[in-house]
């Protein structure tokens, strides 16, 4: 079993910076693509950004590329999400996933996290 608990999240004015963090525990970390989903009131969760186990095969969803970058620490067990240039649009429920096939990840993540939610202001 996987557990992942994320943090970070918080309410910033537009234009700020967040990161968010994913700690991974229960089995080897590094066997794991990794990503980061998100989840607004009334829409679909969405892929945000998803990474294979050694750190590349790295792609992001299309409204935020350029202003995220996701990344790992396999020593620490752990994911970050670093969130710049926020919009009140990227206000959401964020979650980290993990499965152990890169291209499974994006369609049915295998483990879950609790979720954090990040608010942005206008």
């Known amino acids: 079993q996987v557990q992942l608990v994320e943090s970070g999240g918080g309410l910033v004015q537009a234009g700020g910076s967040l990161r968010l963090s994913c700690a991974v525990s229960g089995r080897t970390f590094s066997y794991y693509a990794m990503g980061w989903f998100r989840q607004a009131p009334g829409k679909e969760r969405e892929v945000v950004a998803a990474?294979?186990?050694?750190?590349?095969?790295?792609d992001y969803g299309d409204s935020v590329k350029g202003r995220f970058t996701i990344s790992r620490d396999n020593a620490k067990n752990t994911i970050y999400l670093q969130m710049n240039s926020l919009k009140p649009e990227d206000t959401a429920v964020y979650f980290c996933a993990a499965h152990g096939n890169r291209r499974l990840l994006v369609t049915t993540p295998a483990y879950w996290g609790q979720g954090t939610q990040v608010t942005v202001s206008s």
């Open positions: 990474m294979s186990w050694s750190g590349g095969n790295i």
